[in-house]
């Protein structure tokens, strides 16, 4: 696993603190980024929250999952979440040390008690003591949160300042991204009433040592969930039931419980996701396929990433961005001029640069932008990076059919049948395309956009060499300006 360490300093550690008023709940932010660009310790938020013991609760369990390994339990890192303000809201997210957990604490603008947002993503330190100091709240006397550093205007550079060593694998940033591919295709599927919900959620098998107890299925029946041994029609998978410990934060104060997942697919075991609603606010905890399986290695998004036209088609969206809470692809097609497909696309390459994340409940996606590398886990994603290899060496002949790939010792077949292709390979023959591409399918794609990018600019340059020269126009928009800058002449880039 690669790993790199960033270095992320606070200005004093994240505390709650008695005052006159009630309790003061500060959260202290390291670098992120906002509308104004980069900043070393952004503000988010101050005021009131409308339910404090959820609020606490739900910041625990996102914590909780943070500092969680589901599978392979040896080790034990703690990263700090990720805040995000989009405006009228808060989202705090994180990932499981394994990437086969995904949580997210979404305060809704009901939950702030009208209080005014900022926008920006930055980490936020949730530190043992503080922890500890939450998990004792009792009662609901006024909770006050701030999000970012206090007094900033007077807080000289000799100040105190916590820094944190954090290790952060590739895997962990490349799961936000294969998450939210996943749970793009889900559906709601169940909704129990809160005292179903506990109930239900109490009932599930623990985790036994570092054992799993493998995936199960359950299907609605009246105002539950009823487990059943095998994935009859209207069946949700839940891998690895011990994975939603996290929930038991919170049950005192749900309100009802939402699943959400695919189809039942045959006996494969699926992702799903688990929304408790609290007052004015959702917890989410998405879980992989397989407790073994984290969502860093699905490859949902290789295909997005393999292609130039997404990538050009991502920076155009991205200027588009606003840090809005709700993005709508036919507006962002609308004012592109991408189809509502080229659209998505960009929008699953920006998430997986960290940019862009998927709200299951709203079904819409959001902005953010997470504070690392947004190329890092392009770079690092290890069937990319081959399939890139193959392409450059000349391994791929697309000759006939089906094409072949020349791998080590080995050629491999590649077909294509209703645009999807299969390979020969053993990972293939494994998973049969349930976690994207293989190296060598995904090589044979690229190849062949390329060759077809290659033939197209063949067959425009011979179209120029026939029309009178000096004309000054550009194919396409008359003006010699590309569709980015036209964005941006009309005041796209916010």
């Given amino acids: 696993m690669t790993r790199s360490l960033q270095a992320i300093a606070y200005h004093r550690p994240s505390a709650l603190e008695s005052s006159q008023g009630g309790r003061l709940l500060g959260l202290e932010t390291s670098g992120g980024l906002t509308p104004r660009g980069a900043e070393a310790h952004p503000h988010f938020f101050s005021g009131f929250l409308a339910s404090p013991q959820s609020a606490a609760r739900g910041l625990l369990a996102v914590a909780d999952v943070a500092g969680a390994r589901y599978f392979d339990r040896s080790l034990r890192p703690v990263l700090d979440p990720v805040v995000t303000g989009n405006g009228d809201r808060l989202r705090f997210e994180s990932f499981s040390g394994c990437c086969g957990v995904y949580a997210r604490l979404d305060v809704l603008p009901e939950g702030l008690d009208s209080a005014e947002t900022g926008h920006g993503t930055t980490n936020v330190d949730v530190n043992n003591p503080l922890r500890e100091a939450l998990s004792r709240m009792t009662g609901d006397d006024p909770l006050h949160l701030r999000v970012g550093p206090q007094e900033l205007a007077v807080t000289t550079l000799d100040g105190a300042v916590v820094e944190k060593k954090v290790p952060l694998p590739d895997r962990w940033l490349r799961g936000f991204a294969e998450a939210q591919v996943a749970t793009v295709g889900f559906d709601l599927r169940a909704e129990l009433p809160a005292a179903e919900a506990v109930r239900f959620l109490r009932a599930l098998p623990r985790a036994s040592g570092n054992a799993s107890r493998g995936a199960m299925w359950v299907v609605p029946a009246g105002k539950t969930l009823r487990p059943t ?142 504070p690392y590398d947004s190329d890092r886990a392009e770079r690092h994603n290890p069937r990319l990076v081959a399939a890139r290899t193959l392409v450059s060496s000349g391994a791929v002949e697309l000759t006939g059919e089906p094409a072949s790939v020349v791998s080590g010792e080995r050629r491999y077949r590649v077909r294509e049948e209703d645009g999807v292709l299969s390979c020969t390979c053993p990972w293939w023959v494994g998973f049969q395309g349930r976690r994207g591409p293989c190296k060598h399918a995904l090589a044979v794609r690229m190849a062949r956009r390329r060759a077809t990018a290659g033939a197209a600019a063949d067959s425009a340059n011979t179209t120029r060499t026939g029309t009178t020269a000096g004309t000054g126009t550009t194919a396409g928009t008359g003006t010699g300006e590309s569709a980015l800058t036209a964005v941006r002449r009309a005041g796209g880039a916010r």
Avoid at 269 to 280: D, M
Avoid at 287 to 309: D, K, Y
Avoid at 331 to 340: E, F, I, N, R
């Fill in 229 to 370: 041994t095998r994935p009859v029609a209207g069946a949700v998978c839940l891998p690895g039931p011990e994975r939603l410990a996290a929930l038991q934060r919170v049950l005192r104060q749900a309100t009802a419980l939402r699943v959400y997942g695919p189809a039942a697919d045959g006996a494969a075991t699926t992702a799903s996701a688990w929304e408790v609603v609290l007052p004015g606010m959702r917890l989410t905890l998405t879980l992989s396929p397989e407790v073994s399986r984290g969502f860093s290695g699905e490859g949902g998004v290789l295909e997005a990433l393999a292609t130039e036209e997404a990538a050009a088609d991502a920076e155009l969206v991205s200027v588009l961005l606003a840090w809005e809470p709700r993005i709508d692809p036919a507006d962002l097609a609308a004012q592109s001029g991408l189809t509502v497909e080229r659209v998505r696309a960009a929008l699953t390459r920006l998430g997986t640069a960290g940019r862009v994340g998927y709200d299951i409940a709203e079904a819409a996606y959001f902005h953010r932008e997470l």
